[in-house]
């Protein structure tokens, strides 16, 4: 009887042994415990892709020689035409009308490989050296509308720069605008070396459309072909460049302050 027991208690446990297998085989075991792994980041994938996608733009602008026209829209002031023009050897040339005397002188910035040189457009044609090679314009020479077509595109190239860029919608009023980016220092940089702004290129290279501290630039035309080299307009002076610095605000009449200092209780009283 005792033997009948164990054989029946052996049976059953190798039963049970054969149960717990089969479960497991089957996908029955119970389900893991724990929060659901995490999506991947769309922010930063999409980010990447946009930066990734200016970077190839802005490397195609790097490698275009042309010549174009561009509305330069500044703050407080009103809009003018300046024209862009990189020549085959790189050198380049942007004339810029009021760009200087609070929009009273018109100047050209030209870069080649000797530096950088404000030269004044109209009875005197004289040019001053700005900058060395490789070095920065001075920000009281600096009209600022000839860096994203310049210096910029070859910050925006190198990786090592602290920008969050994402894609942006294209404004309304421009055509064929391309693609459409927003350049910003990320949020762990106190400054970048490009102050907030939208870059619009087409697939070819082609800047359509700057908005930037310096005001917004369309382009307006067809873009043309370049020239061999660019020229000085003019000799090389030994003298101080023209200030570049944003015209004055209008200062108020006398007239006008009077008005604005009365009170609607005086104009009550003089009524």
């Known amino acids: 009887m005792r033997r009948r027991i164990t054989s029946i208690l052996a049976g059953l446990g190798v039963g049970l042994a054969m149960s717990g297998c089969t ?3 089957t996908g029955d075991s119970a389900p893991p415990t724990g929060p659901p792994p995490a999506p991947p980041d769309s922010t ?4 990447a892709d946009a930066a990734a996608e200016l970077s190839g733009r802005a490397a195609t602008a790097k490698d275009l020689h042309y010549t174009a026209a561009y509305e330069w829209a500044p703050a407080r002031r009103e809009a003018v035409e ?13 004339d810029v009308p009021g760009g200087a005397h609070g929009g009273r002188r018109d100047v050209t910035m ?11 457009l109209g009875e005197r044609r004289e040019c001053v050296a700005v900058a060395a090679a490789g070095e920065p314009v001075p920000s009281a020479a600096d009209p600022l509308v000839q860096h994203p077509f310049t ?10 720069n602290p920008f969050s860029i994402a894609a942006v919608d294209a404004p309304e009023d421009v055509d ?6 927003s350049v910003e220092r990320n949020a762990v940089t106190v400054a970048a070396p490009i102050p907030p702004t939208v870059y619009c290129l087409r697939e070819d290279g082609v800047i359509t459309w700057i908005e930037s501290s310096f005001g917004t630039l369309r382009l307006t035309g067809p873009v043309g072909e370049p020239d061999e080299r660019t ?8 003298a101080t460049p023209l ?3 944003p015209p004055p605000k209008p200062t108020p009449t006398p007239d006008a302050s009077a008005k604005s200092s009365r009170s609607p209780e005086d104009d009550d009283r003089s009524g």
């Open 151 to 160: 210096d910029w595109l070859d910050l925006l190239l190198d990786r090592r």
């Open 243 to 245: 200030a570049t610095s």
């Open 231 to 238: 020229r000085l307009p003019g000799d090389v002076v030994d």
């Open 176 to 181: 064929e605008p391309g693609a459409c980016f």
């Open 23 to 25: 479960g497991s085989a």
């Open 82 to 94: 300046i024209t862009v023009s990189v020549a085959l050897d790189g050198s380049w040339r942007v």
């Open 44 to 47: 930063a994938t999409t980010s």
């Open 110 to 120: 030209i870069g080649n490989k000797r530096g950088v040189f404000q030269c004044e």
